[in-house]
């Protein structure tokens, strides 16, 4: 990991945590470091930017990764309602088809 992208990432959250991209970016960054922080991060935007739709596909996937089977399919359900209500078709379509993958790979 980066660590001058990492507090320059932390730097604009601190400045404007209230912008959801700032959240979203370290979010990804530390699923690639510090899975903890990571999901603190998922979680931050999933609670208080929950109409920030780049958050469902990433998140859906990384709690899906953790095997937090539950949470994923609940965001992957949420993510696709989302883009819906958006009209965000190409993000439904993405959605829709990382959701179905994740029920194949997680079905009984």
Known sequence: ???????????????????????????????????????????????????????????GAFFAGIENVAKAEEIYQKGVKLALLQGNAKTHRELVSAYNNFLDEWED
């Open 1 to 59: 990991m980066n660590n001058t992208l990492l507090t320059n990432l932390q730097a604009f959250y601190d400045e404007d945590p209230a912008d959801p991209f700032n959240a979203y970016a370290l979010a990804i960054e530390y699923t690639k470091s510090d899975l903890k922080e990571a999901q603190r991060f998922f979680n931050i935007l999933l609670e208080k930017h929950s109409d920030y739709l780049p958050t469902y596909y990433h998140a």
